[in-house]
């Protein structure tokens, strides 16, 4: 036994273990029926390669080739742009199987094989490495072609494609200098078409871009087919790091170290003639999602004359009519491809002499109609059950069925960009200011809200615009919030615009002025913003919407309610399938004319009895809204919030409006002036509002909690059931709490004991400061429930203030310091992980503490999601997010019981 | 054995196990050389019963009696105002072991027991029920006293004594209306003083007495002993919810559930003739700490007589002469007490007839001074170690003794008071600008500079000014935390003021007018305003201060360092034992006549260009800042924090100023104004300030790295040992640290490389966001050091600007609802668990994370033991503040290490 232990550890010892490992897989093959990889290696093989491996596996005719890994392209980078170990020995052995299953050879001037090299990542990704095809040919080779073809034109036809591609894409050569020399021979000949160069022409054609590439380049085009191969698995790898797709993977949140394969395989040509050509197609429309097959093609050509647009691609009964068996092996194929995959496909194929091939196929981009269509049509069809149903549409998407959109037909004049506040598209004549919005919109005129940023009192004309646009501000800025609750598309934080609103323009880039009166169009899903009308179509909310949204209600847990101010918010939130309302923002009442100038009365007055008489004259108003409010939503909770903001956000700001309420309020305006400017705060944020102003001037709250349960108790008279929630904004300290508790219990039982009424109300809090959240152990004693208010909880845990984050929070994201924009998507690990720490130290003392969130997040997918996963109850968003919430809630569901399930499996 | 058992839970059910229950003991005997109590059941007995029992038990003579206990008065609350069951019972059966030691019964005509009837808290509280004396006194026992002293005019003088206190004190009578009748006495008699009354005179006294009474309260003065008692003991108790006491409590932290002990103890008299007297003393001088015992007396007075200040006590030498045998044991039992307490004591005594009976002992009150030498001295005399003398010192009363203070015997008109924010007093005229500050500092005159509120730009003013007073603002406004660096006397936040800066003066209540010039006289330690020129003392800062702090250091763990900004501060901090710089703000530097200039060229600057120009400006006044303050740290390490605040803080406020700059700068008024109020932010706290300054501005911080490290390699070549510690601030996520490190170090490598120079440099963060401590883990890892910033982080936190505090956090510590402003004190359950976590999460990662704290909290003696408690290794406070965390941290030390040994003990 020793002996033996000793003598391994010395063999050990005497062989270096790295020369001994064989080389790692990198290459993966497919061909003759048959390959190493599937449509689940997606990740090694990027999207492309797992498709041709599937599809190979199918036995659906593929020319023969293989994938070089994403690993090798990783390896690469890392070892400073060397090919990792053994990497080009299996790109040989592989290239000797190609030969093999095609019956051809690399470079052999007598039966030459030739093969195309495209770049294919996880996902599709443009400014990634287009096509290089023909590789392979070189004087000797090209005779081989032109002798196994019969078609001296042809050969020549690819070999100047091939210099070309090779030149630009591999080489870096301005595509323009080939491109030039071509025209030039064409209007020597005087003709339009390549198709119309006779074989002399190319001979010519070809000479002279040899010149080209040797004058750029400095050396001979090459000659030897295994040095274009590698220069060419070297230019897709370095596509990964290009400008362009770097940008692209940046816009989409794809990560830097995804690598990318790259396909080297057979070439099959679709311009050896008239039973030769090339298509592209999808399965299902993928603009209505229509059943029925959407594909084009183009007879006698290669792909790239599809892509490049040179001739208009024909209808896909051209195919059939000029080459029925290839057209019915397609169409079988396609069948075959989608019963496969379970949805509709995107598929690229050649047909050479007759023979069909098929050279792509991936799951098919589409509208958000068609997705549902097909989601629910599938579903019918019995290919895919109503979980996969849900899970396969973007939630995010869903946005452009609620909302006006552009025609994407449509040629607009894009002048500026803004952030994208509030989705759909909006025309109309710009106006400067609220009232101008309000007169015309008296007048049945469409117009366009410009402002350098809003107030509130700016409400009126945003809610009589068709749309706003703002010179400043972030995606929570007021004119956004406001924007989005109202389900008014708006442009907001648009730099490029300068406002001159007396003078009555405005200057885009000191370049375009637009003047009063001049129309515009903004699209608030993309935040463009467009000179004149654009044509716009209007959404569907039937049929298969309605089925998707019924089915996502199954399987969600979360219930989702809506933030409301008005009663027609209600209405409208009812309809979208709000469950409640999360969050009434009682000052959002308080901005109407009649009533700002109570308001203005009660802040400005100097003792409490001055305040009480001001609140007198609101509380009609305010009971009569609850009226509405509950009405609408009978039998279904309602979270009043009372007074959060500060109270100088409601005093007036001009010369005349200060006239004014000084006449009606009978003080001189000095006073009044002397007041509005003790109310100034250096960061009105983080002070004095919130439940700080209801425990120092009690009366307010009083006045709402009275308001709220007389509405309450006057419906319950009329058999109207009605859930009130009353929640204290702005808690920091449990003690805050208990005072505002009992403040509310004693005027509730007041109220209850006056109408002899048992409505039921309960009694909760906002979660917005980080104090609140870290001493949730304490605060849950107090509160029937939470609110999570991740607006001002993403502000307060980041230091941010969104009404100022725009003067840095979008380099931030643009360099990649943020992957998203927090106001936007929960930022989990800081905010996320102390609502998470909230929750379970609140449930921990009260079990059935209701949970839910109100901020902006509550209609964002990702941040749905996260609330599903810690336990929330529901969520509240601006009505038009609602279906967006439902959906989102389905899929966390569904996620997280498919988690769930392959944990159990474990 | 089961009959028995049987037997038994019958008889357990027969009886009512209330009754059976031996009730609690409510009351503890003391008396013949033996009490039930003892100094350590202050709790129960409050401080005045547990030196009694003490007392009595170390063989003082000491009158027989016995306390209700603390316990006693809460169930007397808790019950509605009845005795806790049992209580009355044990009253009466001590009366009766009182009457058997002292030989005497209570309520007896011929051998009248008279007794006293004292409060006692577990903490001396004024507000408390004062002494009830000579209860027991009918017209039957006076009869029996007068026989017992053979002194008429005694017996009728302790009459009229008890009808007034009970009255007055029990009963609530107006205590004017006894006086004035005495009063009116004595004018018919045409005498001065009480003992100038005859009998016949008192006896009228007396009858008079009886008469109010009974008008007052519509009953007979009570003749039954027992109700005199009973009454007194509910007077004590109810006492304890009295307005004063209540408010006190309020003032001192003090929690309501602690309840007060009452005291009844046998009579014995001072004034039976001159044989006899009282007195009252301390065992040392409580104001200069000299060991020499400090007492006063008066001849034939009772207790009452000293405090009430009708009669001037004589020196302790007057009881030498005429009662040599009660001053020596005087001196004995002083000395005795004094060598038992370990400290020095507050004692009162009376001689009753020759004979010595003491009182009360306790532990005296004393000045910052006499602390410090009686602890000092203590250790010396072997009496206490030096732990116990550490231990012993308010950290916050050695404040006193760093600044100049008010004379405590000046007679001083308060005339308005604010926050107290900076300690020590200032006298000077009053002036209304900071340039006009300036100019007066200039011709030598002292000033105060008044200002509604301070800005960066009144710096030079403030520097100037011998105090500072701001009408609006908190403990942590601007002018409170540049007045705490410069350790400069500054009261902020003072509403009363109203302050008309151009036509130079202001108005306190509308009612007194304070002109320019006009002197008046600052406390802020108090945060009073006192009008005209009050008499100031000057610190002392060595001997025993010097020793306490010697000592302190032995004891530490935790070391101390400096927020300085200048040179000056430095040498200041040195002064003050300061072991570093601990945050050093750049920005402060940036103030400065010449240098705003070039600060406001670099902020107004429309590209990268203009402002690297400006920088080039500053560069070298920044780098000859820090070689002063390297040169005064030579050897210590100095944090050097990276502009921090919003640019706009730096921006002209005036049309001049305005005017001034754009003709420097060569551009349009217009263009800087548009640029000045592109700059205004709605929330600067959180808007585009710290390292997003840094990022989006990269220019500033590689100028200010340059500066840093040119200064340290300079000094390096110098053989001057620097220690640079470079801190970026208002990281709220790793990337932003991740960058600004990269910048830092960049700079730093290239400055090195051209001094060739070795200077070590470290580089941290401040941690002063929520979301930087909830991702500690992240940021550790990027980070050599943490410096907790608690002021921005309570803001975030708590949501709550400390410039806007002003209008709710006052109301807000007065409602109890916060027990401490969170800007002073840290906010342990809420920014203190958020520090916990960060230095968990940080350790955990990087195990020799250099942890620190330079917050205001810094010199906060509670919020320094914090600091201890959760690990930090240093803490820096503003120069002055320096001993007060010195002497905090050993403190804190000393007792963790306590506490640590007594676990270790369980």
Redesign the interface.
Known sequence: MTKVAIKKKKSAKLKKPVKLAKSKKYVYFFGSGKAEGSSAMKDLLGGKGAGLAEMTNLGVPVPAGFTITTEACNAYFESNMKYPQGMWEQVLENMKRMEKAMGMKFGDPDNPLLVSVRSGAKFSMPGMMDTVLNLGLNPETLNGLIKWTNNERFGYDSYRRLITMFGSIVMGIDRQKFESTLDRIKEEKNVHLDTELDVDDLKRVCEKFKKIYKEETKSDFPTDSYLQLKLAINAVFGSWFGERAKKYRKLHGIADNLGTACNIQSMVFGNIGENSGTGVGFTRDPSTGQKKFFAECLINAQGEDVVAGIRTPLHIEELKKTMPKAYSDLVKIYQKLEKHYKDMLDIEFTVQEKKLYMLQTRVGKRTAASALKIAVDMVREKLIDKKTAILRIDPAQIDQLLHPMIDPNAAVKVVAKGLPASPGAAVGKVVFTADDAENAAANNEKVILVRTETSPEDIGGMAAAQGILTARGGMTSHAAVVGRGMGKCCVVGCGAIDIHEKEKYFTINDDIIVKEGDSITLNGTTGEVILGEAQLITPILKGDFQIIMKWADEFRKLRVRANVDTPKDARVAREFGAEGVGLCRTEHMFFEAERIKAVREMILSDDKEGRERALAKIMPMQKNDFIGIFTEMKGLPVTIRLLDPPLHEFLPHTEQELQELAADMGVSIERLKAKNKALH????????RGC?LG??YPEIYEMQVRATMEAACELAQQRIKVIPEIMIP?V??V??LK?MRALVIRVAEEVRSKYKTRVEYTVGTMI????AA??SD?IAAHADFYSFGTN?LT???????R???G??LP??ID????DDDPFISI?E???G??MKYAVEKGRAVKKNLKLGICGEHGGDPSSVEFCHKIGLNYVSCSPYRIPIARLAAAQAALKKAGKDLSKAAL
């Open positions: 705060e250096f960061n009105p944020m983080l002070g004095h700080r425990i120092t702005l920091g300290h003690n805050e005072i917005e400061l980080p104090r870290i001493t304490e001002d502000q307060t845990v980041y230091g941010l203030s009404d100022d984050a003067r840095f380099y931030y360099a990649k310091i943020l930022d690990p800081g905010v992980a102390l």
